[in-house]
């Protein structure tokens, strides 16, 4: 093939019709729509062309020489059960409907048809078939959506990713990821990918970190047979496989300058070249890119290019640091132990130890998290993991509070040290004991608030003027100790 001319991935579909002149205007409707199709006349040749070779639609017409229509859709059920049918039929009847449909036909076309009403179908067809695809992929994907878990969180920095991952989905734009290692970067990729219009299709992830540059390029475009020493066969790029799909580019920070310049050109013509290759191979991809480095310094000292940049940074996403976000570690905790729950077997966490955990600072973030829980989870003898069993040290008693905590956090913090090990009282007289632990400091705080006006304290309050002198005197508080 001469350079510079172009190869697609597209969609194949087998047309089976003995009408002669419907066939070829068929063909030619889907062709102009951007389909590889292929036509014969006869049932027969139909299942031969279908079990030969994959194909994602076929359009079978109900009468033809030898073998029928609906008897050939039985057959594909059983032998290419992955193709899409579409039933056409002159003689429209009800009963025909019906034993397509119950044959597994996606839908049916009445004769004579619009050819736009045809295309449109195939269309339909085909999106169904990879939302089908999708749902198969997900009964391991109950995996990769069970992981979206992981985002979990209520701090308001999360609330605004999920925000973002909203409005973005169902677009095509851009995005760069930004954010410390742990953080869940790739997981926002997942999600961004899972909710948008190419779900079903291929999620191809690349690290430029973990692949050394001489072999990125290979990883990324492919190779072509004989392209370098230990090239034996023709290779696809990682960017090729994901056509139709999500490019998720990791860590593009660490990729060497002198590949920067293809990757940006790919981008910008939607085309690549596999190494030692002469052909341009179009792709259609969503790209999403991610780094942990300082792209700014870097493109300072030119050791990134200022244009790439750009043509990445169409929108981004800064997911924070988890020792940011302290309050978010109890339900991480919680999601982790019930993820691992059924290999590991289920297991609590003991209050002291959770202490522990919101006091880290967590280098690593959410994924040391994860990787401290499953630890625990194996070292832990009883059903309750204990401070002992998690490999990181003691922490203050004000760290394990977290900075960012609310007021209800911080009381319930303190109450589960109050009632810790009371299970076992038969009475504790537990409920008057702590509001009153908490109605002297309130009451204390709104006189200050009101520099001692009793009147507009009780206001406050919204408890009458007598209620307020009572509590006053239960508690041996001097309004005048507490003015100002």
């Not at 990918?193 to 690349?206: E, I, L």
Request: charged share 30%.
């Amino acid at each position: 093939m001469e350079h510079g001319a172009i190869v697609t991935t597209r969609a194949r579909i087998l047309i089976a019709d003995d009408e002669d002149g419907l066939r070829w205007v068929l063909v030619k409707a889907l062709e102009q729509a951007g389909y590889d199709v292929t036509a014969v006349k006869d049932g027969d040749s139909a299942l031969r062309a279908a079990t030969t070779e994959p194909f994602d639609l076929v359009f079978l017409d109900i009468r033809m020489p030898g073998m029928d229509g609906l008897t050939v859709l039985a057959r594909l059920r059983g032998e290419a059960p992955d193709a899409q049918v579409i039933i056409m039929t002159a003689h429209g009847t009800m009963d025909t409907a019906i034993q397509a449909m119950q044959r597994g036909a996606y839908d049916y076309l009445a004769k004579p048809f619009d050819l736009d009403e045809a295309v449109l179908l195939a269309e339909r067809a085909l999106t169904a078939r990879r939302l089908t695809q999708e749902v198969a992929r997900l009964r391991t994907g109950l995996t990769e959506v069970w992981e979206f878990g992981a985002l979990i969180g209520r701090h308001p920095r999360m609330q605004d990713v999920y925000k973002t991952i909203g409005r973005i989905a169902g677009s095509d734009v851009t995005v760069l990821l930004r954010g410390e290692s742990g953080t869940g970067k790739e997981l926002v990729a997942r999600a961004v990918h899972h909710y948008s219009r190419r779900a079903g299709r291929p999620f191809v992830a690349v690290s430029c970190a973990a692949i050394p540059g001489t072999l990125l390029e290979s990883e990324l475009f492919g190779h072509e047979r004989g392209a370098f020493t230990d090239a034996k066969e023709r290779k696809l790029g990682k960017m090729e496989l994901a056509h139709g799909g999500t490019f998720y580019l990791d860590e593009v920070g660490d990729m060497p300058v002198e590949l920067q310049s293809k990757l940006l050109r790919a981008l910008q013509e939607r085309t690549i070249e596999r190494v030692g290759g002469q052909e341009l191979i179009r792709i259609d991809v969503r790209v999403l890119a991610a780094t942990n480095r300082d792209l700014e310094s870097l493109m300072r000292e030119g050791r990134f290019r200022e244009d790439l940049y750009y043509r990445l940074n169409v929108v981004t996403v800064n997911l924070p640091p988890l020792r940011e976000r302290r309050r978010d570690v109890p339900l991480l905790v919680e999601h982790f132990l019930a993820k691992h729950g059924a290999e590991l077997g289920e297991r609590g966490i003991a209050p002291d130890a959770l202490d522990r955990l919101v006091g880290y600072d967590w280098p690593g973030n959410v994924r040391e998290l994860e990787n401290v829980i499953l630890r625990a989870m194996v070292m832990a003898t009883s059903a309750v993991i204990l401070p002992e069993h998690l490999p990181i040290g003691p922490v203050s008693a004000a760290a394990s509070v977290a900075v960012d905590a609310s007021l209800e956090e911080i009381i319930e913090k303190k109450l589960l040290d109050c009632v810790r090990g009371l299970r076992h009282h038969a009475s504790a007289n537990l409920y008057e004991l702590i509001v009153g632990l908490v109605e002297k400091p309130l009451l204390r705080a709104v006189l200050r608030e009101t520099r001692g006006n009793q009147l507009r304290a009780a206001q406050i309050l919204g408890i009458n003027r007598n209620t307020l002198r009572k509590k006053l005197t239960e508690h041996g508080i001097d309004p005048e100790e507490v003015e100002g």
